[in-house]
């Protein structure tokens, strides 16, 4: 597991342009040996691991709200959901995990801010394209 979790860390760091099926393998991979697991994902309580998925979830969200081609934005969603995923799994099985993250706070690794802000700005976007929905009421 500890190799997982540096070859997790080693993929996340890469330019999201080269993230390519071997990465993805290793996110389902991790997302697989995390589940229901708390001995497994405390292997991958890092604060640096933790800003690296922060990051990445942050640059998805961002291309997913601007426009992409189709296929580009089914990556993008794909890939999110498994970081999501995989973050999921360690803040319900890791207590490590958990305080790793907290270690960042106010830190400017701190993926925290980022990601609300990122979720807030989608949730903006979709709430100014559904008011110009005839007959939808919000």
């Not at 922060?54 to 890939?79: K, N």
């Not at 970081?83 to 490590?96: K, T, Y």
Request: aromatic letters at 6%; one cysteine or more; hydrophobic letters at 50%.
């Amino acid at each position: 597991l500890p190799l997982i979790a540096d070859t997790f860390q080693v993929a996340l760091t890469r330019p999201l342009e080269e993230f390519g099926v071997l990465q993805i393998l290793l996110l389902r991979l991790t997302l697989n040996v995390t589940n229901n697991n708390p001995r497994a994902s405390d292997v991958f309580a890092r604060a640096s691991l933790m800003s690296a998925m922060g990051q990445v979830m942050i640059t998805r969200f961002s291309q997913i709200s601007r426009f992409m081609l189709e296929e580009d934005l089914s990556v993008a969603v794909d890939h999110l959901i498994l970081v999501l995923g995989v973050m999921i799994n360690f803040a319900e099985w890791s207590p490590a995990c958990r305080e790793s993250l907290q270690t960042l706070h106010r830190d400017t690794s701190d993926p925290l801010d980022g990601m609300v802000s990122a979720f807030a700005d989608s949730l903006e976007a979709l709430v100014k394209k559904l008011k110009g929905v005839k007959g939808l009421k919000i």
